[in-house]
């Protein structure tokens, strides 16, 4: 199981970004895969998710929600976060994260529920 970042870099405030997660050795379809987020002095928080549940379903952090979006494309294992309208406090390292689908189990937005993890990519907002 290995997941790969992509897509970080410098944008202005109210600039976009899309995120890549690229999955090898399992398929996307049959993980919860999370996006968080880390950002110097704090603790990594969770984004967004997809396949939150064995209900598929997808949730957003309040602080994203309306301004990000998550997708998967099954045919090339790959999760995806299109970041718009950015604020310089979305500055952090961006992860993906995953875990296998089990029975009635609810991942969500919590770090510790996530076994599998990538290495991460930066995402700086300036103002």
Not at 31 to 42: C, E, H, N
């Amino acid at each position: 199981v290995r997941l790969v970042e992509s897509g970080g870099g410098l944008v202005q405030a109210g600039g976009s970004l899309r995120l890549s997660c690229a999955a090898s050795g399992f398929s996307v379809d049959d993980y919860a895969i999370g996006w968080f987020r880390q950002s110097p002095g704090k603790e990594r928080e969770g984004v967004s998710c997809i396949n939150c549940s064995s209900a598929r379903s997808t949730e957003y952090a309040d602080s994203v929600k309306g301004r990000f979006t998550i997708s998967r494309d099954n045919a090339n294992d790959t999760v995806y976060l299109q970041m718009n309208s950015l604020k310089p406090e979305d500055t952090a390292v961006y992860y993906c994260a995953g875990a296998q689908l089990s029975g009635d189990y609810y991942w969500g937005l919590q770090t510790e529920r996530y076994p599998y993890w990538g290495q991460g990519t930066q995402v700086t907002v300036s103002s």
